[in-house]
């Protein structure tokens, strides 16, 4: 199975300040038809989770435009511009390329 | 408004079967993948299987296969897992989603806890 590993595990942030998590394949996501299906997750306490970028770098409808995603092959990035109060929580990043989907371990953003 | 409901969650022991199921509404269900992802008590996410619009093509997570079964009913918008022998590291909450395109999940139902515990 492909490995995705997230960093950092765990984000104090500042209100207003950026923040960056990287996210680690142990093999390519390019796929066969070219696409890289890299998907990043947010989870809220309490919530179930919500996709926020897909295809790497496309933003879902609705998502805050102070979210968005980088990268290609095997490193990718999600950046929040500013972060928010309701920024907070884990984020997991996914990759559905190669089966089965694996998941990040999940990066917790809080405030400190 | 996309809502998956998910429902059929309870306490079981080892050994034991539940079936859940999940339903679905404000999507054009009978032209969806739908997945099953679980997330054990203060844990991550894992991928437990996925259906084709149609039912004849599913796929298991290893951890899963022989012992759980996914199945569908477009004609009452639902989706289904059944999961027989259960193992105490099964228990999660199980996650309805949808899968538009290589597991790119883009709605997940609020979830049901399964309790595995003898």
């Known amino acids: 199975d492909v490995v995705m590993t997230q960093s950092p595990l765990s984000l104090p942030v500042t209100l207003g300040q950026p923040a960056s998590i990287s996210c680690r394949s142990s093999?390519?996501?390019?796929?066969?038809?070219?696409?890289?299906?890299l998907t990043w997750f947010q989870q809220r306490p309490g919530q179930s989770p919500r996709r926020l970028i897909y295809a790497v770098s496309n933003r879902d409808s609705g998502v805050p435009d102070r979210f968005s995603g980088s990268g290609s092959g095997t490193d990718f990035t999600l950046r929040i511009s500013r972060v928010e109060a309701e920024d907070v929580g884990v984020y997991y990043c996914?990759?559905?390329?190669?089966?089965?989907?694996?998941f990040g371990q999940g990066t917790k953003v809080e405030i400190e | 408004e996309v809502q998956l409901v998910e429902s059929g969650g309870g306490f079981v022991q080892p050994g034991g079967s539940l079936i859940l199921s999940c339903v679905a509404s404000g999507l054009i269900f009978k032209d969806s993948w739908m997945a099953w992802v679980r997330q054990a008590p203060g844990k991550g996410l894992e991928w437990v299987a996925n259906i084709n619009p149609d039912g004849s093509q599913i796929y298991y997570s290893d951890s899963v296969r022989g012992r759980f079964t996914m199945s569908r009913d477009n004609a009452k918008n639902s989706v289904y897992l059944q999961m027989n022998n259960l193992r105490v590291d099964d228990a999660s909450v199980y996650y309805c989603a949808r899968d538009p395109h290589y597991a790119a999940l883009d709605y997940w139902g609020q979830g049901t806890l399964v309790t595995v515990s003898s």
């Open positions: 996914m990759q559905g390329t190669h089966w089965p989907p694996t």
């Open positions: 093999q390519s996501l390019v796929h066969s038809d070219g696409n890289t299906y």
